[in-house]
């Protein structure tokens, strides 16, 4: 299939940027598509804001991301709320930390391989993942893209827009993705979405990387506890956009249990970040949560 034919957006980047390849502050398009998003594609808000301001109350764990701030600018949005839910600022930025470390890992060891950001909302990953040979696509739902092309337009050669639904089966496919034992391995990034999907729904996505990613390829993703299920209302800055935790995890190995070539290779758990009380926490609440309540899992084939 052809590559191009699901790219997203094609909307030049905006006169006047202040940055080179984004728009400039006080998007008035862009505002607007904002306040039109459905309830999930608005929680992009929450991760965007964590990592342009969240290093303000935790600055061990900045992030450095170069256009989050920028692109917080060009949607006018008021974040002082969304900065106010720390717990949750805290989980954003010791993910990022962690993605970008398993990230940089995976590419050097494959410097001129295919990594892609599924429900990548206004992230950018690839700034800290480029290495000058590899390829990188921003996939997301049309409503999302229409709003990313603007702000930050593709660049051509290396780095891709798509649009994609991760509900519908295919979407291997209709990415381009490299598939087959001697196709080069992939890096695939799924932060902040799964937990959205409907459990059958999360079953099928882990199952067509299974099926199709090339032997050493990588799934990242954050998870929450099946405690979590239902409970998104209690998050301070979720609550406002309506979305809902509808898939948790009851234990690490049911991740795996979804396709015979699945592994999970790594696993890391938020509380490592409160040091011993964490630690401590984790291990009162393990007979409600046998899995941490936030964690962060790779997953290869
Ligand atoms: C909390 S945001 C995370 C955005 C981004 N990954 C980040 O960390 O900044 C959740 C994202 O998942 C996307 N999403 C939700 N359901 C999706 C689906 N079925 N297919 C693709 N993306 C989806 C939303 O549109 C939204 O951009």
């Not at 965007?48 to 935790?58: I, K, N």
């Not at 992030?63 to 002082?80: E, K, P």
Request: glycine share 8%.
């Amino acid at each position: 299939m052809d590559s191009h034919a699901n790219q997203a957006g094609g909307t030049p980047g905006l006169v006047g940027a202040a940055q080179p390849g984004l728009a400039a502050p006080g998007s008035h398009a862009s505002a607007l598509r904002f306040g039109d998003l459905h309830a999930v594609p608005r929680t992009l808000l929450i991760p965007l804001a964590a990592r342009a301001h969240g290093a303000r109350s935790f600055p061990w764990l900045a992030c450095d991301d170069a256009v989050a701030a920028h692109l917080l600018d060009c949607l006018g949005a008021d974040v002082h709320a969304l900065l106010e839910d720390k717990p949750t600022v805290l989980n954003i930025l010791w993910r990022t930390r962690l993605i970008k470390a398993a990230g940089q890992a995976f590419f050097a060891a494959h410097p001129c391989s295919t990594g892609a950001s599924l429900g990548c909302g206004l992230s950018h990953a690839f700034q800290w993942l480029d290495t000058g040979r590899n390829a990188w696509i921003d996939a997301d739902l049309p409503e999302v893209m229409a709003l990313r092309g603007p702000l930050q337009p593709p660049e051509p050669s290396r780095r891709r827009h798509a649009c994609i639904d991760l509900t519908v089966p295919g979407w291997w496919q209709r990415l381009a993705l490299p598939e087959g034992p001697g196709a080069a391995p992939v890096f695939l990034l799924c932060e902040g979405v799964l937990m959205y999907l409907q459990p059958a729904q999360v079953q099928a996505v882990l199952a067509e990387f299974a099926e199709h990613a090339p032997p050493g390829s990588q799934w990242v993703c954050d998870v929450i506890s099946q405690v979590g299920v239902g409970q998104a209302h209690r998050c301070p800055s979720l609550a406002p956009t309506g979305a809902e935790f509808h898939w948790g995890v009851q234990d690490m190995a049911d991740l795996a249990a979804c396709h015979p070539r699945l592994r999970l290779l790594a696993q890391h758990s938020v509380a490592e970040c409160y040091g011993w009380m964490g630690t401590v926490a984790e291990w009162c609440l393990r007979p409600w949560s046998p899995t941490p309540l936030y964690a962060l899992v790779t997953l290869g084939v």
